[in-house]
């Protein structure tokens, strides 16, 4: 299976700015604190998501980024797409192929299924995933979580002052 971590990094921080962008354009520090993601590695998926045209940034105090479509109207196949991820499962590399003797034994059963997976993948939207009660309870686990920490450090600034 080729889906590596960038694709399914690029459709966790997709599916975090889906669900946060109701109060505004979403930053890439709070998708990586949230998500656990690196900060540049955020940088790099999010410049190939936009390059794709599925997200838009927004400059400057409170900017971020938002989705350029609708929810519901973008794939999970087109967000793995558009970091250059594959869900291929054969062997073969382009023109390269599987066994030394040409196809291997089993090349079109690999190859069918993942043109299933790939099919499955475009069948599933980022609204589709929003509405899924497991995700929804994830996320405001996350968010509570992130509150937290967020509550936290401002007692630390606010103790540190006090006593320096």
Aim: a negative charge; glycine letters at 8%.
């Amino acid at each position: 299976m080729k889906l590596t971590s960038k694709g399914r990094y690029a459709v966790t921080a997709m599916l975090d700015v889906a669900l946060h962008q109701t109060h505004g354009p979403v930053c890439l520090a709070d998708i990586s604190e949230r998500q656990r993601i690196s900060l540049s590695y955020l940088e790099q998926l999010f410049s190939k998501l936009r390059k794709a045209k599925l997200v838009e940034s927004i400059r400057g105090p409170g900017g971020g980024y938002q989705l350029a479509k609708e929810a519901i109207e973008i794939s999970i196949g087109a967000v793995i797409g558009a970091v250059n991820d594959s869900v291929v499962a054969t062997q073969c590399k382009g023109d390269k192929p599987c066994s030394p003797s040409g196809r291997c034994l089993t090349h079109s059963l690999w190859n069918d299924f993942s043109v299933k997976m790939q099919d499955f993948l475009d069948s599933v939207s980022l609204g589709e995933l929003m509405g899924n009660s497991e995700i929804i309870d994830i996320a405001n686990k996350q968010n509570m979580a992130q509150e937290l920490a967020g509550h936290d450090q401002q007692n630390e600034i606010f103790h540190t002052n006090q006593l320096g």
